[in-house]
Each structure stands twice: as C-alpha cells, then as structure tokens.
C-alpha cells in the first residue's frame, strides 16, 4: 500500500525542494520497474537502496570520484540521482536553476563509458520518452522502449 510522504519534512532532511512531477509519480507508483529496466527512487523504501537519500550520499561519492578522473560535463554538486537501470546507468536530475525544481532537466550517464545524455523535462516526461515514444538516449546502451509496463516490487512506499 503506497503511503503519503510528509514532503516539506523530507526535503527538509535533503536541503532541497524536489520537482511536481516527482512527487506525483512516487505517490501514484511506489516503487517497482518501468519496462523491467529502470527504478525510480522513493523517499522512503523498505530497501536502503532504493531510497533518494541513500542514493544522494553514494552518487556524490562516484561522482566526486569520477570528476578526480576525468572531467564531468556537469557540476557535481549539480547532479542529484532520481533512477537507475539494472546495467548501472544513472538518472540525474540537473539542478540547474537550483531554485526551480520544476524546471529542472533529466541527464543519463553511460555505466561503462563516458556518454552522458540530456533530456530536456522532467522524471515522467523522460519515462514517456523512453518507454512509449521510444526516444534513443545514447548514455543507453540499448533502446529502452517502447515498453512501458510498471511492475511494482516488494513493499516499497512513496
């Protein structure tokens, strides 16, 4: 059963207001996959892993690793992770404004390389963009859609 997220108290603990679209998307699907391929992280989960909060924490850790490697077409600090897929690639939102979470731009990382992928819109409009329009991300190593079946996993909670 999904469960309502006190919004204002999780972005408090975060330090950011989070995009619209976003939140509608958790509260209407929890957690599961779309097309069997790509997770959406949810504020709370029973899976630590599945949880923003513990994503945020480990992608500024690879992030801040990669960027002593190579340079990042993005600022760090910029990059928050809202999904990823079974093969390791990584969903960011791009802050940018930093103020104006609605406005905010979806980029890929490529898990093996160093492709990175701009969508300009949010969380839902890229899931509608892979997995019903079938638009090609080259961060991806593969089509992701059109496929876009939800299937919810375990227990997770929006």
């Known amino acids: 059963m999904l469960v309502q997220t006190d919004w204002l108290r ?16 958790v509260e209407t699907y929890g957690l599961g996959t779309f097309g069997r391929f790509l997770m959406v992280y949810q504020p709370r989960s ?3 892993f599945t949880e923003l909060r513990t ?17 990042l077409p993005y600022a760090p600090e910029e990059l928050v992770p809202v999904a ?9 939102w791009l802050r940018s404004p930093l103020d104006s ?34 638009v090609r991300f080259d961060a991806l190593a593969e089509n992701i859609g059109p496929d876009p079946v939800f299937t919810p996993s375990g227990r997770g909670e929006a």
């Open 10 to 25: 999780f972005e408090s603990t975060i330090g950011f207001a989070l995009p619209a679209d976003y939140k509608l998307l």
């Open 46 to 48: 029973d899976y630590e």
């Open 55 to 71: 994503q945020i924490r480990m992608n500024a850790d690879k992030l801040e690793f990669l960027a002593e490697f190579e340079p």
């Open 84 to 92: 990823g897929t079974d093969n390791g690639n990584s969903v960011y």
């Open 101 to 134: 979470p609605d406005s905010w731009r979806i980029v890929v990382d490529q898990s093996r390389g160093d492709t990175w992928s701009e969508f300009s819109g949010g969380i839902v409009d890229f899931l509608v963009a892979a997995f019903v329009d079938g």
